[in-house]
């Protein structure tokens, strides 16, 4: 129960982030209870998925690895490009001078139509696209579309998953760039230089006393980094340090300013399919949020791989990755039919803790998979959490999707980097992939096919900067002579 636990805290982190982008994009405004019922959702359908993923089903049309299942950054750029869409734009009147009638719209029945809307066309688009991900691995295509899909095609589109959302972390780390930098520094602190350093853990089994060393920084750095700034702003806040005037630079690191939202929210929620109302489809939406099931299918992909090894399992042939890949499109499905405003995938990060632990348990997953669910109705819990002030928020964007886009980069390893060949195909699919949608974005409404679902269509996907660059990768390296190495898992 302990290890089961410990994948809660480590998952936790990246769970919560998604909320906290998501419910903005939707116009919830300053609704904290809103984005903390979001926040238990997306926990509730985490630990049901994983549950699936490890333990039920037929041995025959499951792949049953130690994996923890959560939200997916993958998902997060193609329903930026859709919630920037003329339609879904939030109202003027979100944008108040004074936030006191802000807080008074908020809650209202009025408020609630705007962002349950656009929750119901995410829902929408990652049902219908993620029946793409259950073909693919029904069907056993996993093995021809690797044939293809190599490193060229991989670096760009994971490495613009993280660029594309460097908007959101400087927005919120400017609210207080003091608090912020104090985060980033614990992090790196905790991460890369005590990573190594294990403090002393003293137990009593029987009559028996014995101590051992336990990698506190290398398995939680971004929850003690969260909680020591945290703790930090509520001192300034106790103290007056940080000014009582919501004008002044330093106000948005004070931790009373939501803590309203914590006393109305609900001890326990349950979650249920479709709590934000029927999920709506449009054929420009599905388009998009292809390319968030694609991305994060490949990305799960070498997870399976490193799961097995951490386990000490043999290398997963084909059709078990084809099984993995199709109960984790099942699994997209059922966190686009509860509303959790982004798809799932694997959890590199709990794959870290079974190397660290060397416990690679399915019935340690299955527990883990009850507590996080258990979490997830807690309604509480939510709302604590996602009152965390801005800037450390901003602090934790900055430092996670630094690493995602490392992530994608060190794709390259596979191939050849002193290729001029390779180093043109990666050097300009990531800048097209900035280039493009920056420009689609600005240039507004210049498509005019005659047809609006195609004029929907083309700026979704143009704006989804994964896609286009990702896109841009696989052409070139399936058509530019030359030879490349594929991803060899182990």
Request: charged letters at 10%; hydrophobic letters at 50%; one cysteine or more.
């Amino acid at each position: 129960s302990t290890i089961a636990f410990q994948h809660f805290l480590t998952m936790f982190g990246s769970t919560l982030i998604i909320p906290l982008l998501v419910a903005p994009a939707m116009c919830v405004s300053d609704d904290i209870i809103v984005t903390s019922e979001i926040l238990g959702t997306s926990l509730f359908i985490s630990g049901l998925i994983t549950l699936i993923q490890s333990s039920l089903g037929f041995t025959r049309c499951y792949f049953r690895l130690p994996i923890i299942q959560g939200g997916s950054f993958a998902f997060l750029a193609p329903t930026f490009a859709i919630l920037n869409l003329d339609k879904f734009q939030c109202p003027g009147y979100f944008y108040f001078s004074n936030k006191i009638h802000a807080y008074m719209y908020v809650g209202s029945a009025e408020h609630t139509e705007v962002w349950q809307v656009r929750m119901r066309e995410i829902q929408g688009a990652i049902i219908v696209s993620s029946m793409f991900q259950v073909l693919i691995g029904f069907s056993g295509m996993i093995g021809v579309l690797l044939r293809y899909i190599g490193p060229l095609s991989i670096a760009p589109t994971i490495s613009l998953i993280g660029l594309s959302l460097f908007k959101e972390a400087a927005n919120n780390a400017s609210e207080n760039w003091w608090i912020s930098l104090m985060t980033v520094a614990l992090i790196v602190l905790f991460s890369q230089y005590l990573r190594n350093t294990n403090i002393p853990c003293c137990s009593v089994q029987g009559k028996r006393c014995g101590c051992t060393s336990y990698p506190l920084f290398q398995m939680f750095p971004v929850i003690l980094a969260i909680l020591i700034a945290w703790g930090v702003c509520a001192i300034l806040t106790v103290t007056n340090a940080l000014p009582d005037d919501d004008q002044h630079w330093a106000y948005a690191a004070r931790t009373d300013t939501k803590l309203n939202a914590l006393s109305k929210a609900a001890w326990f929620r349950f979650p249920y399919p479709g709590q934000w109302g029927t999920p709506t489809f449009s054929v420009a939406s599905v388009f998009g949020m292809l390319a968030g099931v694609l991305a994060g299918m490949i990305e799960s992909i070498g997870d399976y791989y490193a799961a097995a090894r951490m386990s000490g399992a043999p290398i997963p042939p084909f059709h078990a990755i084809n099984r993995g890949v199709f109960v984790e499109g099942i699994g997209c499905i059922l966190a686009g039919v509860w509303g959790t405003g982004s798809g799932t995938t694997s959890y590199s990060e709990n794959i870290g803790v079974i190397g660290i632990t060397k416990v690679g348990s399915r019935r340690v997953i299955q527990v883990a998979a009850i507590v996080i669910m258990i979490f997830g109705l807690i309604g509480k819990l939510g709302a604590l959490f996602v009152s965390i002030p801005g800037p450390i928020v901003g602090g934790i964007f900055m430092v996670m999707f630094g690493m995602i886009t490392a992530v994608g980069i060190s794709n390259l390893q596979f191939v050849d980097m002193n290729s001029s060949r390779n180093l043109f195909i990666f050097g300009f699919s990531l800048f097209f992939g900035l280039c493009l949608p920056q420009w689609v974005k600005t240039k507004g409404n210049f498509i005019h096919s005659g047809s609006d679902i195609l004029d929907q269509i083309l700026v979704v996907l143009l704006t989804t900067g994964m896609l286009v660059g990702g896109l841009t990768g696989f052409v070139l390296d399936n058509t530019i002579p030359g030879k490349r190495k594929l991803i060899q898992p182990y």
